[in-house]
């Protein structure tokens, strides 16, 4: 089991502003204001061996917004077996780059070439990083191009 | 048989009551089964965008859990528990982003509200939000949105999985508690053939993963003083990718006694069927479904003397094969089904056909939303069914008709709840088998039925509470989990196309070109000291990387290949720019080696050929398959967020007519039965329809209507 995360030095930047909260018209109550969301989308692949875990969070402080890529894979041997720990849990800061990318996903969903990418070479990275044959930072961009 | 109180109707009653106590109690202090749905935001003041709620020094004075599937309440239980610790460790505290964001939800995700079934996909949705923010005294409230849905991708067909979708909305959404493989539900009813009769279903579907040719076992029984109908079954399924979608088989076991006025019907048999249901097709609107059934067993009628139909046995060991085929449709407001079945049977151990039989039903509902939450349903079922019997047929084969199910024992064509073949005529306003006497004797030989239910819940609470299916934040989420499932599926297709197997079949190709090359390039280095370096290192870094996603392409067995086949060849990404991009756009412009150059083309010629054939995938057949798969499961979940109630009560109308034949005289004809009464459904707790329908033209001997009631609970094991 593997628990690590990669940061990248443009997420920082302040990229957008949260749902805007205005005045509602009079009598009607004004809409709760947004602050965090995460959306997660467990795929079990059909043969039972493998379960991926893509998830997106958007973190905001008010002034800034961070979005965070969450990635998990459970791997298992015997499909009538427990999957027990993680192979893999990483967290991907997201680039500001690709905020306006991440948005875009968790509002209307990932294409197929994204969750293409999500379920392929991401999956593969991410392992890879954790065995220690691929570097974090070049796995951490083959996460992030799930979002491209 | 489907109209089911019994020897437990006092504590069916009782649970009844208890329900909906909790329901009245809902504005109390005490947990409630059902949550607020509209709570009152009167005097709710807005939150500014843009404010920072921690710099500014707000404090927290009230935390909310919304799940829309409170009011279950192994799911109610964790919502409850969970709020509770958020408001220990929030409210009346300093607002901050990591309290309120990464530790809340690391709570509430631990909590695993959704079971995990291990098969498809699993959505999870979380947004917390801050409101009534009053910037003078610097307190706000929180409110945390759970949703989370696990739903199987087999949904049964159209007709049926909108009576589960009402009755059982946490099987539509996978949300059924997954502990206990031990199931019971109770179930009685009352109708005057019968008198009062109760029962029940158990099932036991242990947990186990991989295929197994029966992995559920089912007992199912309802008795009264005059009636008996017990059966058991074992049954197994598979789900698959593919024309053939899903398909199931079940061995099971009858035996029935019940009055039909004045004859006796009994009925003991085993049969076997296995049935399949086809990918949905024309825009994904439409489903196919067949399959096939062997009986055998013994029918006994015990009649008087005169009432015996020509060519009808009143005992008799018989056997059976049954065959049906039938189409069913789901769009957003309507589900629909045609079935056709024929039956050849066979009096004794003959392979002679005795007597043919064929059953057409078509069934129909659509819902109008007036008012929010407040659907106007209408439920139509047309029904018609023929015996030709060249040489005999047992009495207890033939239609008998009425409130209850067919004179054999068995509501439906078919055993099993996944497809629901009507085939014996249904008229509200006459007691169970007591619309059977034609002018040949006892059971018809033919006949056609209409029933009509109308509908209109007067009070509701949906499932989703307004505030969340208003919400378009959340809308847009939830909508953008099921574009990303139906994405998965497409990759699936792409990945079975046959020209993704031509393509990935010359991948092993590449491995040593992208070697060449890279012995070129370290060549090149090393000719060229410290020229260059960062784009070198940039060129090394594709190539590898390129080399990453062949390896992976090559290890992997499954639709994970598509992923690293597509980014190999279609790179298109900033961040990990391409082999050509790297080595011969950037390094060998400035370079000009001709190793390189070399070997970067023989990597391009034979990395064209495969993109070729990579090309040729037919990926707008792949989406269509892809969105018809899905096409199915995002109607149902629609329907179930935005027209269905946890709780409704509901005035009900009913029209029924029914023809049986050969009519002679009184005999046989045709008997219309309007009538009214009320529905109420508290959604995977009880349901219960109540009502009376007046036999309009009665023949002698024929009541002036009859009471019709059903009830079901929710499975007590849970």
């Known amino acids: 089991m593997g628990s690590s995360s990669a940061s990248n030095p443009g997420s920082g930047a302040a990229s957008s502003t949260p749902t805007s909260g205005t005045n509602p018209p009079a009598g009607v109550a004004p809409p709760a204001l947004p602050i965090a969301l995460k959306v997660s989308f467990t795929l079990n692949t059909p043969d039972g061996l493998r379960e991926i875990s893509f998830g997106l969070e958007k973190d905001t402080d008010g002034a800034k917004v961070d979005w965070t890529i969450t990635f998990t894979l459970y791997e298992r041997t015997d499909a009538s077996k427990p999957f027990g720990d993680p192979v893999v849990s990483l967290n991907v800061f997201v680039a500001a780059a690709l905020h306006a990318n991440a948005e875009t996903a968790a509002k209307n969903g990932l294409t197929p070439a994204q969750t293409a990418q999500a379920t392929g070479p991401a999956a593969d990275a991410a392992k890879a990083a954790h ?3 691929l570097p974090l930072p070049v796995a951490s961009k083959i996460i992030q191009s799930s979002l491209q | 048989m489907r109209h089911t109180v019994g020897p437990q109707l006092s504590r069916l009653l009782t649970l009844l009551a208890a329900v909906a106590g909790a ?11 059902l949550p607020d749905r509209n709570p009152s935001q009167k005097g709710v003041l807005p939150c500014k965008a843009g404010t920072d709620f921690e710099s500014d020094g707000y404090r927290i004075v009230k935390t909310t859990v919304d799940d829309p599937f409170r009011f279950l309440y192994w799911i109610g239980g964790k919502s409850r528990s969970i709020e509770a610790q958020l408001e220990a460790k929030l409210d009346n505290q300093p607002f901050t982003y990591k309290a309120v964001d990464a530790d809340a939800l690391g709570l509430i995700e631990a909590a695993q509200f959704v079971p995990n079934n291990g098969k498809g996909f699993l959505v999870r949705i979380e947004l917390v939000s801050v409101q009534n923010c009053d910037p003078n005294a610097k307190t706000l409230e929180l409110i945390y949105r759970i949703y989370s849905t696990n739903p199987p991708k087999f949904l049964g067909g159209a007709t049926e999985s909108q009576d589960t979708a009402e009755k059982s909305p946490q099987t539509t959404t996978g949300l059924a508690q997954s502990g206990s493989p031990f199931h019971f539900t109770p179930s009685g009813g009352y109708n005057r053939s019968y008198g009062a009769f109760g029962g029940g279903r158990f099932q036991a579907a242990p947990n186990i ?3 197994h040719l029966f992995d559920t076992f089912t007992a199912e029984g309802l008795g009264s003083y005059s009636m008996r109908s017990l059966s058991a079954a074992l049954s197994g399924s598979v789900d698959r990718l593919g024309w053939l979608q899903h398909s199931d088989w079940r061995l099971n076991y009858l035996n029935s006694s019940a009055p039909a006025g004045v004859a006796r019907l009994k009925t003991a048999g085993l049969s076997g069927q296995i049935d399949g249901q086809t990918q949905p097709f024309w825009k994904g609107t439409v489903l196919a479904r067949f399959g096939g059934l062997l009986q055998g067993g013994n029918m006994q009628g015990a009649v008087p ?8 046995v009143s005992n008799a060991a018989y056997g059976l094969l049954r065959g049906y085929a039938g189409l069913s449709s789901r769009t957003s407001h309507n589900v629909f089904s045609v079935s056709y079945g024929l039956e050849l049977g066979s009096v004794g151990p003959s392979a002679r056909v005795d007597w043919r039989k064929h059953i057409g039903d078509v069934a129909d509902e659509f819902w109008v939303p007036i008012g929010d939450h407040k659907p106007l349903e209408v439920e ?11 040489h005999s047929i047992p009495l207890s084969a033939r239609f008998f008709g009425g409130n209850g199910g067919g004179g054999n024992g068995e509501e439906f064509f078919i055993p099993g709840d996944s497809w629901q073949i009507r085939d014996a005529p249904v008229i509200r306003a006459i007691p169970a088998n007591r619309l059977y006497l034609t002018g040949q004797g006892a059971g018809a030989d033919r006949f056609a039925s209409v029933n009509l239910t109308v509908a209109y819940p007067v009070k509701s609470y949906p499932i989703m509470p307004k505030d969340l ?10 909508h953008g989990q099921i574009v990303t499932a139906a994405s998965v599926e497409q990759n699936y297709y792409t990945w079975k196309d046959p020209n993704f197997g031509v393509a990935i079949s010359r991948l092993a190709s590449l491995k040593p070109l992208l070697d060449a090359l890279q012995k070129a390039v370290d060549a090149a280095q090393a000719a060229h000291p410290n020229q260059l370096p960062d784009a070198f290192a940039d060129c090394t870094g594709s190539i590898g990387m390129a080399a990453f996603y062949v390896g992976d392409a090559l290890a992997a067995k499954s639709d994970a290949q598509y992923g690293d086949l597509l980014r190999l060849l279609q790179p298109g990404d900033p961040l990990n720019p391409s082999v050509q991009d790297s080595c011969v756009g950037e390094l060998n412009q400035s370079l000009g080696d001709p190793g390189i150059k070399t070997a970067a083309a023989a990597f391009d010629v034979e990395r064209t050929v495969i993109l070729n054939d ?6 707008k057949a792949a989406a269509q398959k892809a969105a018809n798969d899905i096409a199915f499961v995002n109607r149902t979940l629609n329907t179930l967020f935005k027209d269905l109630n946890i709780f409704s009560v509901s005035p009900v109308a009913v029209f029924d007519t029914a023809w049986i034949g050969p009519a002679k005289g009184a005999l046989g004809g045709n008997r219309i039965g309007p009538g009214g009464g009320i529905r ?17 033209n009665r023949q002698p001997g024929e009541g002036k209507g009859a009471l019709f009631f059903s009830m079901g609970v929710r499975d007590l094991f849970h």
């Not at chain 2, 003397?305 to 009808?312: I, R």
């Open chain 1, 131 to 133: 065995e220690g044959t």
């Open chain 2, 23 to 33: 329901v009245c109690a809902q504005n109390t202090a005490s947990p409630n089964v």
């Open chain 2, 209 to 211: 993963a991989g295929f």
């Open chain 2, 305 to 312: 003397g005169g009432l015996l139909p020509p060519q009808t």
């Open chain 2, 380 to 390: 139509s079922r047309l029904t018609i069914g023929g015996i030709q019997a060249p």
């Open chain 2, 469 to 478: 299916s208003a919400d378009p934040e959340f809308s847009s989420l939830l």
């Open chain 2, 614 to 619: 990579f090309n040729r995938i037919d990926q």
């Open chain 2, 680 to 696: 109420l459904e508290l959604a995977s707790y009880v349901n219960f329809t109540f009502g009376y329908a007046w036999n309009v």
